[in-house]
Structures are given as C-alpha cells and as structure tokens.
C-alpha cells in the first residue's frame, strides 16, 4: 500500500480529530474488522466540513487498497456517524448533508472551489421491501431506512479525476441518538469487496 496519500489524509483529519460529542463516544464502535482495515474517530461537524448540520461522532475503517489508485479496494471503506438526537435525518436531510460532506473533503483535500464542488451529484433511493440486506447487528432489522445510490465527485486523495461511487447507507436509533451506517466504494456492487464490506456491516456493534 503506497502510503504519502494515506499521510495526506491523515494530516487533513487529525487536525479536527476529538473525542466524541458525548463521553466514551470513541470507544463505542466496533466495526470487527480485520486489523488492516486501519480507522480512526474524530467530531461531527468535520473541520474539512463546517457546514454539515450533524453532531457527534465519526468512526471509519479503510479497506487496504484504500489509498492505492491500482487496488481493487481502491476508495473503498465502512463509516459510521453517532450522531446528535435533534439532529434532522429525513430522506432531504440525509441527501443535503451526505452531498456536503464529501464537498468539504474535496475542497479540504485538494482545494476545490465550489465551481468544481458545486457539479458533484447525489442519487439516493430508499431501498426497497425486504431490504436492506445484512444489517448491523446493532440495529432491528423492522426500524431500518436504508438507501443506495452514487456520487459523482472528483476523488481527492490520489486521482484528482472524476469518480462515481457507490454506496449503501442503513440508518436506525441507538437509544435517542441516530446511527448512519456507510459502506463505499467505486466498485460495482457485485464485485467482491462489497461482499466483504456487507460482513463486516453485518457484524457491527455500538457498545
């Protein structure tokens, strides 16, 4: 795994990186991800994404190809957001903020103007009867939104090129607090790093 682009972006989110909104926040994914499934947790709103109206906390595990443009886990990776329990997760909302979120990290990453973020895309559908597939663990299958979609972006770390992503993304209650659950990659959905991500998405857990 070549490792500069994995500094880079570690540099970018260790300058925001904190304890969770609430106490022991941190400590509170567990993702049962083999080890070099590498991660970290840092505070909701990102400084890479000011904008974003979500609080509380972020937890992500990079696949191994993460940073490596010639791995076919390249860009692929599982993120959880613990999030506030006032904050507004309807299906706009969710559209809203996931799309501004990768807007920051595009601009906070390779300086972006909103000439450049302004043109990424969004498509989310809810997932349809029966689905979604493999929930978390932590989650009650009958109390899931779940949706699927892609992002037309430009991708950041490695390519600086135009990038279509794909994702899943399950939302549930732990307790009061919302849980958004991600699983990413520019892969097509059959292809098999999906197949490794929805086991590990299965086995998630908040403590």
Not at 85 to 91: A, R
Not at 117 to 125: E, N, V
Request: aromatic fraction near 12%; include cysteine; charged fraction near 25%.
């Amino acid at each position: 795994m070549k490792m500069i682009p994995l500094v880079a972006c570690t540099a970018v989110l260790l300058t925001i990186s904190a304890r969770g909104q609430e106490a022991g926040d941190g400590e509170r994914f567990q993702f049962n991800t083999p080890a070099e499934w590498r991660g970290e947790v840092i505070k909701l709103p990102p400084g890479f994404a000011k904008d974003l109206k979500w609080h509380g906390t972020e937890s992500i595990r990079f696949a191994p190809g993460m940073f490596d443009a010639d791995s076919e886990s390249f860009f692929s990776y599982v993120l959880v957001f613990l999030l506030s329990k006032d904050d507004d997760l309807t299906d706009k909302a969710v559209k809203v903020q996931v799309l501004t979120y990768y807007q920051g990290l595009a601009s906070a990453v390779m300086g972006a103007g909103k000439d450049v973020t302004d043109a990424f895309k969004l498509t989310l559908q809810k997932s349809k009867a029966g689905e979604p597939t493999s929930p978390p663990a932590d989650a009650e299958k009958k109390k899931i939104t779940g949706w699927t979609g892609t992002l037309e972006w430009v991708e950041p770390f490695k390519t600086k090129k135009g990038q279509t992503l794909n994702l899943e993304i399950h939302l549930w209650k732990n307790g009061e607090r919302p849980v958004l659950y991600f699983a990413v990659s520019p892969q097509k959905t059959d292809h098999a790093i999906w197949d490794e991500m929805r086991k590990y998405r299965a086995l998630f857990q908040l403590k």
